[in-house]
């Protein structure tokens, strides 16, 4: 290799490693907005009691915004959400009866608890 193709090369290397630099850069900035909102919600998560979980099961027609978080959370949590029927036969969902859940050997079964 001659000098010239050797300088064009760390030329393209150094541009290169600047965009890398500054995508990093803009990733960190991300990261430290989200980690509060993070933490909040980790923090609201482990203030959830088993009175809070029996409150949402017993609604007959749970609110929309508890429908979305329901979802969410299965959503976030890998499981697959099994939906009922409203039973006024409005036609919406009326929420999660049941997540599927695979135990330590493998297998699916599902729980209502």
Do not use: F, Y
Request: a neutral charge.
């Amino acid at each position: 290799m001659t000098k010239t193709a050797i300088e064009g090369e760390e030329k393209e290397a150094n541009i290169i490693q600047a965009a890398a630099t500054s995508m990093a850069e803009s990733c960190q900035k991300d990261l430290a907005e989200a980690l509060p909102a993070l933490q909040a919600a980790v923090s609201a998560l482990n203030s959830l009691s088993k009175g809070d979980i029996v409150e949402v099961k017993a609604m007959k027609t749970p609110p929309a915004g508890v429908i979305l978080t329901s979802h969410a959370l299965c959503i976030m949590m890998g499981v697959e959400a099994v939906k009922v029927k409203d039973p006024a036969g409005k036609g919406r969902d009326e929420g999660v009866e049941a997540v599927k859940v695979k135990d330590p050997a493998g297998k699916s079964r599902t729980r209502t608890d």
